[in-house]
């Protein structure tokens, strides 16, 4: 696999450095997203289980967090060929 492609210009803080995609293969582009939002939800069921254990609400409160922060990549990867026909 070909390294990527840095642009000095555009600088490290801006996240414009990577030009190449993630994989070259068709298709996987979905498994990332993908496995990052059941990651999010298997958070919820270990924060569910936590809260029963410990009685107090703060596993489940940081499991949800993680999990709707693991959702945003699925959420960009269907809004990206909407944005694209725009």
């Known amino acids: 696999?070909?390294?990527p492609v840095l642009d000095a210009a555009a600088g490290w803080h801006t996240g414009a450095i990577m030009k190449q995609p993630m994989s070259e293969k068709p298709g996987s582009s979905l498994v990332r997203p993908l496995r990052l939002y059941l990651?999010?939800?298997?958070?919820?069921?270990v924060g569910a289980w936590a809260m029963?254990?410990?009685?107090?609400?703060?596993p489940?409160?940081?499991?949800?967090?993680a999990s709707?922060?693991?959702?945003?990549?699925?959420?960009?990867?269907?809004?990206?060929?909407a944005a694209s026909r725009r």
């Open 68 to 81: 709707l922060l693991l959702t945003v990549p699925l959420v960009r990867h269907f809004l990206q060929p």
């Open 60 to 65: 489940m409160a940081l499991a949800a967090s």
């Open 39 to 45: 990651i999010g939800h298997g958070a919820l069921l």
């Open 52 to 58: 029963d254990v410990s009685g107090s609400m703060l």
């Open 1 to 3: 696999m070909p390294r």
